[in-house]
């Protein structure tokens, strides 16, 4: 079964920075493009950025609205992608979903930014 | 960026009825778009990818159809499990969601 668990949540200061895991099992991790999603409270979906498996080079992809701020990286041999956040926004907030390219899915970690 | 709009924001249907969710793409993205359910406090589950392709174990009451800029998700008979909102979504990068569409029972 495919399980994904995201950690590292919490409460940040804007300009502050937090980095979430997300821990894979039940599939060939290695193999996988990993994306991640946002949603803030009470409102729609936002993909945040994609990494692609090391065979295809490992290249990421972000939405514009945290390129420069948010780095996504992988350790296949722990099975685990990151989500490094940096230079946080009160915008920022909101619930992230790592998933297989939106074919499963995490519980999801909250992020809260405010002073 | 492209942009994808999806309506109606909300729609309100009877047990039974036949329901339709209507998604627009900014430019052409032959097939690459994908359904999900998101229920309450639970994390989005995709129903549809490749434009028409029912993911395994989802109800054969969902359907996809369309290509380059005009989707349509239906489900041929409303049941109340059914009751969520639905997000549709273009991969091409960088990804992009439509607003979403909340689904309710009358």
């Known amino acids: 079964e495919v399980q994904l668990v995201e950690s590292g949540g919490g409460l940040a200061k804007p300009g502050g920075s937090l980095n979430l895991s997300c821990a894979a099992s039940g599939f060939t991790f290695n193999g996988a493009w990993m994306i991640w999603v946002r949603q803030a409270p009470g409102k729609g979906l936002e993909w945040i950025g994609r990494i692609k498996s090391k065979t295809h080079g490992e290249t990421t992809d972000y939405a514009a609205p945290v390129k420069g701020r948010f780095t996504i990286s992988r350790d296949d041999s722990e099975s685990t992608l990151y989500l490094q956040m940096d230079s946080l926004k009160t915008e920022d907030t909101g619930v992230y979903y790592c998933?297989?390219?939106?074919?499963?899915w995490g519980q999801g970690t909250l992020v809260t930014v405010s002073s | 960026d492209i942009q994808m709009t999806q309506s109606p924001a909300t729609l309100s249907a009877f047990v039974g009825d036949r329901v339709t969710i209507t998604c627009r793409a900014s430019?052409?993205?032959?097939?690459?778009l994908a359904w999900y359910q998101q229920k309450p406090g639970k994390a989005p589950k995709i129903l549809i990818q490749?434009?028409?392709n029912l993911q395994s174990g989802v109800p054969s009451r969902f359907s996809g159809s369309g290509s380059g800029t005009e989707f349509t998700l239906t489900i041929s008979s409303l049941q109340p499990d059914d009751i969520a909102t639905y997000y549709c979504q273009q991969y091409i990068v960088p990804y992009t969601f439509g607003q979403g569409t909340r689904l309710e029972i009358k």
């Open positions: 430019q052409s993205i032959s097939i690459s």
């Open positions: 490749k434009a028409s």
């Open positions: 998933s297989t390219d939106g074919y499963s």
